[in-house]
């Protein structure tokens, strides 16, 4: 069983996961616009964020849920 602090920590784990999602989604959804708008997917410093972003937040995911893939 686990403790009150514990169960906070997670709590408190979930919500940045939570944050970290919503902020890439964000960029994802800028990221599509410009591509809609322009015919091209915008490369640069902002996609590579992106996708390094996703990749952390998976990372995290698997930690979290003990997930290996």
């Known amino acids: ?10 709590i408190a784990e979930l919500f940045e996961l939570r944050r970290l ?4 989604a964000n960029n994802v959804n800028q990221l599509a616009k410009t591509a809609n708008i322009t015919g091209e997917v915008p490369v640069g410093a902002r996609l590579t964020r992106t996708l390094g972003e996703v990749d952390e937040l998976l990372v995290a995911l698997r930690e979290w849920t003990g997930a290996r893939r």
């Open 1 to 10: 069983m686990e403790t009150p602090a514990e169960r906070r920590a997670w």
């Open 21 to 24: 999602l919503a902020t890439i």
